[in-house]
């Protein structure tokens, strides 16, 4: 019926019905447009006194001092309030703190230094919600703006203007935004306000709409939902993107080895990594520096420079993963519902990481944490439905933490050693709807092809569903009795299977990619010099390598037929 009503392929029909996608929003999903979902800035609690105190700094080419966090959400933000202040004449002063030697969120010395240089106003991007005590001791000398997205500690909010979906006493259910997203809406409503001032009949206005692809790396790379409003700011985002007028991402890309136009997938799995690279284990401001770089000497040596280290940050994730795993396994078989798992030896930059794997490994909220002096400082993620943010906020007010906080899927804690137990049973608690799922979630299969149906127009046609991620999962498919007639072993640390999948008549022939082969059990079923009849699970793509257009299946799961 929706395929004939609006003429969308049957495919994608079937699939956009079995998502609850209505004939009549159907064509607004596959094509979102940002002035249809972008809400009045205004919806936001607080968000007309930070435009109008931002405004203000711009009419008096104020010197603005700017805290990120530093992920790639943190730099994001950053690189965009600078890029747009710098544009309407301010002086930005930015800081990305050390992960290893400030920790996460505003410190006194760094504020106290943009103070000290000349900031009359103080924004923090991507933090400061949760850091009352130390914004408050500064808020004595100077105004503070927060534009943040993560959950508050309670009611209580520092004394500054802070514009956060995620507070309390916020109605404008714009709750699974990233802060990128919450800085975006800012400078929309500043412009606004400069516009009522008539401050552009005599300076030239910024054009917002080019900052998009870096609301869409964050969005994405910070794991929001990408539906609604989110779906809107990456499609249009991308196109952004895709146009390479950002000299850092377009770098980035040819480092990286990327050379299709960006989507989802490349912002997570090729930009995001080396971004956080930076602020994981090396310099943490150098993702700011690539996002905000006009010189293109300076962008490829930086470019250079986190791939490098992201090639470090694998190493050392490797090393603490298999660790990681077999403490995992016994907490399993031993019944927690949270897995929480620490190490004297283990890297701080790359727990996150780590608790991401061990959460898709074993369908459990993950703690992952590095024990230095005492203490145990990490991060956590958690599985849809369970809200993490929450429970940490909640063990930090039962007295179990020293600091945490975070939203739903993503937190970052630190306790002292000998709270670990009890924290471990706060979880277990609080969490514990998570015995009730299975260690590996039932396979969602939106639709079933014939090997000869796996064609690139299929691919393309499926395509128009992306952008993809939580929210909008990209299709797996199901092919039916098929064979393995060849397999390989590429990639760097032969950890990908290239193989030739064909259908049970000896025709049709498909390539097919099982990515972290020594991970997936059913990797040896396509090794098996039997070739016996298999099903296989997969993402159907067309893409571009080496110039060449390739189809594959990039495959999920596999059982014998």
Known sequence: MLAQRTGIPELVARILVSRGIRADAASLFLDPKLRAALPDPSCLRD????????????????????????????ACSTALLSEILETLGCHVISHIPDRMTEGYGPNI??????????????????????AVEILNTIAIQTDIIVLDHHKPDGTLLPNAIVVNPNRLDCTSGLYSICATAVV?????????????????????????????????LATVCDVMPLTGLNRALVTQGLRIMAQGQRLGLTTLASVAGVKDNPTAMTCGFAFGPRINAGGRIAQSGLGLKLLTSRDAIEARAVAEQLDEVNRKRQTVEASILQDAILKASAQCNDGHAVLFLHGSQWHPGVVGIVAGRIKEKYNRPAFVG??????????????????????VIAARQAGLLLTGGGHAMAAGFSLRSGDAAAFHNFMDERLAEARLRPLQDDLLIDDVLSLKSATYATANELAKLAPFGPGNEEPQLALAHVR????????R?????????????????????????????YAALFEDASHPLLHVVGWLRAERWQDRDTLSLVITDAAMA
């Not at 958690?382 to 429970?391: E, F, N, R």
């Open 370 to 391: 590095a024990e230095y002096e005492g203490v145990i400082k990490g991060s956590a993620r958690s599985i849809p439905g369970l809200d993490l943010g929450a429970a």
């Open 47 to 74: 968000m007309d006194q930070a435009a109008s105190r931002l405004s203000d700094a711009i009419i008096n080419s104020a010197t603005v001092g700017i805290f990120g966090d530093y992920d790639v959400d943190g």
């Open 109 to 130: 010395a760094a504020l106290q230094s943009m103070i000290d240089r000349g900031a009359t106003l103080l924004i923090c991007a991507d933090c400061g919600t949760a």
């Open 493 to 521: 640390d032969g950890n990908t299977l290239r193989l030739t999948l064909q259908a049970e008549d000896g025709g049709t022939r498909l390539k097919g990619l099982v990515f972290r082969a020594t991970d997936k059990p």
């Open 484 to 491: 393995c007639v060849q397999s390989q072993h590429i990639g």
């Open 184 to 216: 975006f809406l800012t400078l929309i409503a500043t412009i606004r306000k400069l516009r009522h001032n008539n401050w552009f009949e005599t300076h030239p206005c910024p054009d917002l709409m080019r900052a998009l692809d870096l609301v869409a």
